[in-house]
């Protein structure tokens, strides 16, 4: 038995019915080749590297399956991405997975693990542009640290309210 | 009296003892020793591949990175794998 894996990338607006009808055809193929499927992940969503048929995004699935030696599973995998599938799928590839290799990868972080909306603040200071941090209105949103810097301040002019008084006091006591 | 004899050493000789010179330890490939750096050659793991490019997204050549031949070979493949998957670029964007 030989271990495969195929990439797919389908295009950004997938909905999750089509998504269902990929891993259906694709566990339908492979079953009807006797071949037993592994895994279908979906990687999520994904900026690409240059524009696939005029797409900034797209969705990545990554499938695993197994079959015999000499079946032709891995060229119909590539049919079936490549005609039934047109409307959805973007490009494919289908590749062999050594014998003694484990089933755990890793993967590029996409989209939607890492937050897309970002605070003005922590963008300025992150690029060391600090000086423009008066500029941006002092709402309540913003991080702890500009808060900090708010008590600071506030502290220090209670000191020297303190302080002014208890030098007349001591005045007064002479 | 003695007369003074230059050498003429051409300027690419001149060059490459200099480089010779001024490389203090040997590069060492970074996947002959360790297996667990092995298994991170791989199309998917495009974050890692990202390191092995240039600014313009072309391959690195083993003598900067000093990788050994055959992973040098292994490591373009996944790349070039990679690339055609949209997961690397082919090169940067044109102005």
Redesign the interface.
Same mark, same amino acid.
């Given at each position: 038995m030989v271990r495969y894996e195929t990439?797919v990338?389908t295009v950004p607006e997938i909905t999750g019915d089509e998504t269902k009808q990929v891993e259906k055809e694709l566990t339908q193929l492979v079953e009807k080749n006797k071949g037993s499927f592994i895994s279908f992940d979906r990687w999520g969503k #994904?900026r690409?590297? #240059?524009p696939?048929k005029k797409n900034e995004y797209?969705v #990545?699935f990554?499938a695993r399956f197994e079959t015999a030696t000499s079946s032709d599973l891995p060229k119909e995998v590539a049919n079936l991405c490549k005609v039934k599938l047109n409307n959805i799928v973007m =490009?494919d590839?289908t $590749?062999r997975l050594a014998d003694d290799a $484990?089933l755990a990868?890793? =993967?590029?972080?996409s989209l939607e693990d890492t937050p897309t909306t970002r605070d003005v603040r922590t963008f300025l200071r992150e690029n060391k542009m600090e000086g423009l941090l008066s500029t941006v209105d002092g709402n309540k949103k913003a991080d702890a640290k500009p808060a900090e810097k708010a008590v600071e301040v506030t502290e220090e002019v209670e000191v020297a309210e303190a302080a002014a008084p208890v030098e007349t006091d001591t005045a007064d006591k002479e | 009296m003695t007369k003074k004899i230059k050498l003429k050493i051409s300027a690419r000789l001149s060059k490459k003892r200099f480089r010779k010179q001024s490389q203090s330890s040997k590069k060492h490939c970074r996947f002959c020793s360790s297996p667990e750096m092995r298994q991170k050659i791989d199309y998917k793991n495009a974050a890692f591949l990202k390191g092995f490019l240039t600014e313009r997204g072309k391959i690195l050549p083993s003598r900067i990175s000093g990788n050994s031949c055959l992973y040098q070979r292994r490591l373009a493949k996944e790349i070039k794998k990679a690339r055609s998957m949209a997961l690397l670029p082919y090169t940067t964007q044109h102005f």
């Open positions: 990439l990338l #994904y690409l590297a #240059y696939v797209g #990545y990554l =490009r590839m $590749s $484990s990868y890793q =993967r590029p972080p | -």
